[in-house]
């Protein structure tokens, strides 16, 4: 079965970091691009940042370009994304999801990031 686990949320001030982990189960990454994706109740998945296999590409979202880093470890089947200069509207509920670029629903519980002073 596969399985996606996020980790890593939490409450930040405005200025914050947070690292964000999401480890798969059920099948090996490492052929598979990742995408991280966040949603806000009421609101439209939002893409964040996408990986591709071998990590050799990234690419990120306008509103988090410079700010967040998308980054894999393949042997722990893990993907990353390390979140600085946090502001309040990056809150949300963040996602992992197999996909370049893509913005289907998350398949694990998410992990919520809340930015606020």
């Known amino acids: ?11 930040v001030e ?15 990454i490492g052929l598979y691009a990742f995408t991280w994706i966040r949603q806000v109740p009421g609101k439209d998945r939002e893409w964040v940042s996408s990986i591709n296999s071998g990590a050799s590409r990234t690419l990120y979202a306008a509103s988090v370009n410079g700010r967040f880093t998308i980054s894999r470890d393949d042997a722990k089947n893990t993907v990353y994304l390390e979140l600085t200069n946090l502001k309040i509207e990056d809150t949300g509920r963040y996602y992992c999801i197999e996909g370049w670029r893509v913005t289907d629903p998350g398949r694990g519980q998410g992990t919520l990031v809340t930015v606020s002073s």
């Open 1 to 11: 079965e596969e399985r996606f686990m996020e980790s890593g949320g939490g409450l």
């Open 14 to 28: 405005p200025g914050g970091s947070l690292t964000l982990s999401c480890v798969i189960s059920g099948f090996n």
